[in-house]
């Protein structure tokens, strides 16, 4: 007697129609799928507001939006792919601006001189080289040249020199800043101890665990 091959093929996404929104899910586009099937147009035409409800549940978010019951409307006709012919209360938007590729954000080309001062370092440079010299000035120079020294230490872990850090201002400035003589950095603590973004939470996380280790051992 032949065996009967119940063997049970699955249906993968990938091998579905592509979602045209895929925050809807593939059940909203099966139901617009039907709705453009429906030969009535008065029926077409409620089945479509029943579908725009159901969106409206499925994103909520989208109450965030201006005039959000046109943006349902729009994605329907976006879902149905721009084939459902029914009385909308809205235009139907313009395919091709719909479908028109956002504009490039620009983006600062100028490559980082400094790598462990960052890009941030060098527009505050910019920030101070335009102010009238005098004693604001002079404190605004003091206290980036702490900060800066601050991350030199988080990311080469080694002493330095207030000069280096003078000099690393002058030449991120294009020389329009001349550090004046006589400023001084506060000293470092002895104990002080600086650390790379995320590290922190990590040695906190050994500590800890070191703690319960020994609490657990008494």
Not at 168 to 173: A, C, K, P, V, W
Not at 198 to 218: H, V
Request: one cysteine or more.
């Amino acid at each position: 007697m032949e065996q009967k091959d119940e063997t049970c093929e699955l249906l993968y996404n990938t091998r579905r129609e592509k979602l045209r929104m895929p925050e809807y899910g593939r059940n909203v586009q099966k139901m617009v799928d039907y709705v453009k099937s429906v030969e009535e147009r008065e029926k077409r035409d409620e089945q479509a507001k029943a579908v725009v409800k159901v969106m409206e549940i499925i994103n909520p978010q989208v109450h965030q939006q201006e005039n959000y019951e046109q943006k349902l409307w729009d994605h329907l006709h976006i879902i149905s792919g721009f084939q459902l012919d029914i009385d909308s209360p809205y235009p139907v938007p313009a395919q091709d601006t719909i479908s028109e590729r956002p504009r490039e954000v620009p983006i600062e080309k100028k490559p980082i001189r400094f790598n462990h001062y960052g890009r941030n370092i060098e527009s505050i440079v910019d920030l101070i080289a335009e102010q009238e010299d005098g004693e604001v000035k002079t404190a605004m120079i003091r206290q980036l040249a702490i900060y800066m020294r601050q991350q030199y230490l988080i990311w080469n872990k080694d002493t330095v020199a207030d000069e280096t850090i003078f000099k690393d201002i002058e030449m991120l400035s294009d020389n329009r800043i001349k550090v004046p003589e006589g400023i001084v950095l506060s000293r470092i603590s002895s104990d002080a101890s600086f650390s790379r973004p995320g590290m922190n939470s990590n040695r906190y996380q050994q500590r800890r665990g070191g703690q319960k280790a020994k609490k657990q051992r008494k």
